[in-house]
C-alpha cells in the first residue's frame, strides 16, 4: 500500500468519525419535560409512577406529586420519547411525546389525565359466563375470561374481586321445607294446647330446625376453581385476586312472623300460657336473578404503600 493510499484511508475513516459525530449531535437534547398528571373526571392530582423510554432504549423511572399532580425530567435525547403511566391507583397510560434536537434549556410541558381506580367500582359482569348449573364456562364466558386477563396484564398493580352466584335459588326451596315442617308441627302443639285440662301442663312448644346446609355454596366453588385454573397464568394472580360467593337475597330473610287468631290455652287460665302465640306464616320468596359474575376493583393502594 503506497503512502497516498494510506493518507487517502485515514481520511476517509476520520471523515466517517466527524459524520457520526455531527449526526450524534443532531441528536442530542437538553431539555426540560414537565407538567401535570390529572384524574380525568374530578381534575383532582394524582401520584403516579411515570416510565420515559428513549430513543436509544434507556429507561427513565420517576414519580409524579401526589399533592400538585406535578412531574419534571431532563431529557437529553431527541426524537419521540413513550412516557407510561402506572400505579396502584390508576389505569396505565402510554403517551408518545417529541423532543426536538438541539434546543437547549428548553421546556416542555406536557399535562396528562388518567383514569383513577375506585374501590369497588364495577369492571364487567356476566350472566352467561357458565353453562346453567355447572362449572363448565360458554364462548361468552372464555371471551370475559381473556378481557379480564388482559386489563390485568396491562395493570399489574390492580386488584380484583370477583363475586359469584348459583343460577338457582336452590337454597330457598330448603328453608320453605324447612319452614312448612315447622308450621305443620305449631299447628298440632296448639291444637294440643287447646285440649289440656286445668292444671295439667302444657305440650313442649315446638323448635325450628336450623337451615340446612346451603346447597348453592358446592356449585359456586367448583366455579371458582375453574377461573382459578383459568387465571393462573395472571401475575401474582394469587394475591391480585379475591373470590367472594354472593347468596340470594331471599337467604337473608327471616321467616315472615305474624300473631295467631287462635288461644294455644283456654284464655291465660293457666299460669305461664299465652293468649297468643307468634307463628311463622309462609310467603312466596320474590325471585331474584343474580349475574353468574361480577368483577369489581379491589383494595386501591397509593403510590408510597
Same mark, same amino acid.
Not at 406536557?110 to 381506580?117: E, F, P
Not at 368483577?295 to 397509593?302: F, N
Given at each position: 500500500?503506497?503512502?497516498?493510499?494510506?493518507?487517502?484511508?485515514?481520511?476517509?475513516?476520520?471523515?466517517?468519525?466527524?459524520?457520526?459525530?455531527?449526526?450524534?449531535?443532531?441528536?442530542?437534547?437538553?431539555?426540560?419535560?414537565?407538567?401535570?398528571?390529572?384524574?380525568?373526571?374530578? /381534575?383532582?392530582?394524582? /401520584?403516579?409512577?411515570?416510565?420515559?423510554?428513549?430513543?436509544?432504549?434507556?429507561?427513565? @423511572?420517576?414519580?409524579? !406529586?401526589?399533592?400538585?399532580?406535578?412531574?419534571?425530567?431532563?431529557?437529553?435525547?431527541?426524537?419521540?420519547?413513550?412516557?407510561?403511566?402506572?400505579?396502584?391507583?390508576?389505569?396505565?397510560?402510554?403517551?408518545?411525546?417529541?423532543?426536538?434536537?438541539?434546543?437547549?434549556?428548553?421546556?416542555?410541558?406536557?399535562?396528562?389525565?388518567?383514569? @383513577?381506580?375506585?374501590?369497588?367500582?364495577?369492571?364487567?359482569?356476566?350472566?352467561?359466563?357458565?353453562?346453567?348449573?355447572?362449572?363448565?364456562?360458554?364462548?361468552?364466558?372464555?371471551?370475559? $375470561?381473556?378481557?379480564?386477563?388482559?386489563?390485568?396484564?396491562?395493570?399489574?398493580?390492580?386488584?380484583?374481586?370477583?363475586?359469584?352466584?348459583?343460577?338457582?335459588?336452590?337454597?330457598?326451596?330448603?328453608?320453605?321445607?324447612?319452614?312448612?315442617?315447622?308450621?305443620?308441627?305449631?299447628?298440632?302443639?296448639?291444637?294440643?294446647?287447646?285440649?289440656?285440662?286445668? /292444671?295439667?301442663?302444657? *305440650?313442649?312448644?315446638?323448635?325450628?330446625?336450623?337451615? *340446612?346446609?346451603?346447597? !348453592?355454596?358446592?356449585?359456586?366453588?367448583?366455579?371458582?376453581?375453574?377461573?382459578?385454573?383459568? $387465571?393462573?397464568?395472571?401475575?401474582?394472580?394469587?394475591?391480585?385476586?379475591?373470590?367472594?360467593?354472593?347468596?340470594?337475597?331471599?337467604?337473608?330473610?327471616?321467616?315472615?312472623?305474624?300473631?295467631?287468631?287462635?288461644?294455644?290455652?283456654?284464655?291465660?287460665?293457666?299460669?305461664?300460657?299465652?293468649?297468643?302465640?307468634?307463628?311463622?306464616?309462609?310467603?312466596?320468596?320474590?325471585?331474584?336473578?343474580?349475574?353468574? $359474575?361480577?368483577?369489581?376493583?379491589?383494595?386501591?393502594?397509593?403510590?408510597?404503600?
Amino acid at each position: 500500500m503506497t503512502a497516498s493510499t494510506r493518507m487517502i484511508n485515514m481520511l476517509l475513516v476520520v471523515s466517517v468519525i466527524i459524520s457520526g459525530a455531527v449526526a450524534s449531535l443532531a441528536q442530542q437534547a437538553n431539555m426540560n419535560l414537565e407538567g401535570l398528571i390529572r384524574d380525568e373526571t374530578t /381534575g383532582a392530582p394524582v /401520584g403516579v409512577k411515570i416510565y420515559i423510554f428513549t430513543p436509544s432504549g434507556k429507561r427513565i @423511572s420517576i414519580n409524579s !406529586n401526589s399533592k400538585d399532580g406535578s412531574y419534571l425530567q431532563t431529557l437529553a435525547e431527541s426524537g419521540p420519547h413513550k412516557v407510561a403511566i402506572t400505579g396502584y391507583n390508576v389505569y396505565r397510560k402510554e403517551e408518545t411525546i417529541d423532543i426536538p434536537a438541539s434546543e437547549k434549556f428548553k421546556i416542555i410541558k406536557r399535562d396528562i389525565t388518567v383514569k @383513577s381506580l375506585v374501590q369497588g367500582a364495577e369492571v364487567l359482569q356476566s350472566s352467561g359466563m357458565f353453562s346453567k348449573n355447572t362449572a363448565s364456562l360458554t364462548p361468552q364466558g372464555l371471551k370475559t $375470561l381473556e378481557e379480564l386477563s388482559a386489563l390485568m396484564k396491562t395493570n399489574q398493580s390492580m386488584n380484583i374481586v370477583l363475586t359469584l352466584a348459583a343460577d338457582e335459588d336452590k337454597f330457598a326451596a330448603a328453608i320453605a321445607a324447612v319452614d312448612a315442617a315447622y308450621r305443620k308441627e305449631h299447628d298440632a302443639w296448639a291444637k294440643a294446647c287447646k285440649k289440656v285440662k286445668k /292444671g295439667q301442663p302444657l *305440650p313442649t312448644e315446638p323448635v325450628r330446625q336450623a337451615n *340446612p346446609e346451603d346447597p !348453592n355454596k358446592a356449585l359456586v366453588q367448583e366455579r371458582i376453581d375453574t377461573l382459578k385454573a383459568r $387465571l393462573r397464568p395472571v401475575k401474582n394472580g394469587d394475591v391480585r385476586l379475591r373470590y367472594i360467593y354472593e347468596a340470594s337475597p331471599v337467604q337473608q330473610i327471616q321467616p315472615a312472623v305474624a300473631v295467631s287468631s287462635e288461644p294455644v290455652a283456654k284464655a291465660g287460665k293457666q299460669k305461664g300460657s299465652a293468649a297468643q302465640k307468634s307463628v311463622p306464616i309462609a310467603k312466596t320468596p320474590k325471585v331474584v336473578t343474580l349475574p353468574q $359474575l361480577v368483577a369489581r376493583i379491589g383494595v386501591v393502594k397509593d403510590l408510597m404503600d
